[in-house]
């Protein structure tokens, strides 16, 4: 596929941090349009968390964006009022060719450029309710979502959709004629995402917490007899922790659909399985920290160090060729295991 080079490769790398690492893994055939993907969803991004543009500006300028997208016709997009907000050097570069980046869909084949369209629609509409559901809110006015449906509904929007897009995308280019349960690998898809976004969530709640965000159902806190604004306080820790814990759970059973995604696909498409592998692998240990950490001090960061990266990824590429081994490198959903053992006899 003809493109620029800068753009999906070093600009790319700039702005993707670690997901970088899973897409140069990427077989080339679904390379670029995955790149090309994540590089118009972070442009979007990085408009949606300008806050020092006023949010009906964002709106509007996410709006222009998203049009651009689907059409890929009209007036150059013109985001100097944001540019000159970025303090990174990498996200004005993105705003400032923007146009370039949204005009390399023209590039891609009628199938992909329909796939990269529809996932960029769910993600700006998802971003497009972020801002308005937050509108207002800071630390001394918190906004929370009001059930289980609306975080399941965000996470979906931001992250599950690409689930969907990822197996789309791979399924047509490189594993056409497998013989797959394509529904269940769609769900597992979709799950495997917004596993990935809640296990973000939990581990960002403080500081979301002090921007006026709490992406915890408010009506899951009242049964607890929590507020919003008392998540602010470290010593409500034991209150939360059973809610807590319980979003953990989610997460770890959303990454365990996806380590049976990413189980279920050829054994053969060995770059596409360790490019699902190590996000995966990384959430699950991102989670067993989150486990053992205190919640809700302010000055809260857990991150999964280089070093034990190193490690996930070096294990997932030497036990590879030992399907068994490799298998246990992640957890099976409940009942899994068994049924496998059944299997075996």
Not at 57 to 79: C, H, I, M
Not at 259 to 286: D, H, K, N, Q, S
Not at 313 to 326: A, I, K
Request: some cysteine; charged content about 25%; glycine content about 6%.
């Amino acid at each position: 596929m003809p493109a620029d080079s800068q753009l999906l490769t070093s600009h790319l790398a700039a702005v993707s941090r670690s997901f970088y690492l899973t897409l140069k893994v990427l077989p080339y055939r679904v390379r670029p349009q995955i790149g090309l993907a994540y590089l118009l969803a972070r442009t979007s991004d990085t408009i949606a968390d300008t806050d020092l543009v006023p949010i009906d500006s964002r709106l509007r300028a996410l709006q222009d964006f998203g049009e651009q997208v689907q059409s890929s016709r009209g007036a150059p997009l013109w985001f100097q009022d944001f540019v000159g907000k970025q303090s990174s050097p990498a996200e004005k570069a993105l705003l400032e060719r923007c146009d370039a980046s949204v005009a390399l869909l023209e590039t891609l084949s009628p199938d992909d450029r329909r796939r990269v369209r529809t996932v960029l629609r769910t993600i700006i509409g998802g971003q497009e309710l972020d801002l308005q559901r937050f509108a207002g809110a800071s630390a001394s006015t918190l906004v929370a979502l009001k059930h289980a449906a609306e975080l399941d509904d965000y996470t979906y929007r931001v992250a599950g959709c690409v689930g969907e897009f990822w197996t789309e995308m791979c399924r047509a280019h490189l594993f056409p004629k497998a013989k797959l349960d394509d529904g269940l690998l769609l769900h597992d898809g979709v799950r495997f995402g917004k596993g990935l976004q809640l296990v973000n969530i939990l581990r960002d709640l403080p500081a979301d917490l002090r921007l006026g965000r709490c992406y915890l159902p408010a009506d899951e806190l009242l049964a607890l007899s929590l507020r919003p604004d008392d998540l602010l306080d470290p010593r409500n820790e034991e209150r939360f922790r059973p809610l807590y814990r319980k979003y953990l759970n989610v997460a770890r059973e959303h990454l365990q659909a996806g380590w049976r995604y990413t189980t279920t696909l050829p054994y053969w498409c060995i770059r596409v399985r360790l490019a699902c592998a190590w996000p995966v692998l990384l959430g699950l240990e991102t989670l067993r920290l989150l486990e053992v950490q205190p919640v809700l001090p302010p000055d809260r960061r857990v991150k999964v160090g280089r070093d034990a990266l190193r490690k996930i990824m070096l294990r997932s590429v030497f036990l590879y060729p030992f399907p068994g081994l490799w298998r246990r490198l992640g957890p099976s959903l409940p009942g899994e295991a068994l049924h496998e053992q059944v299997k075996a006899r």
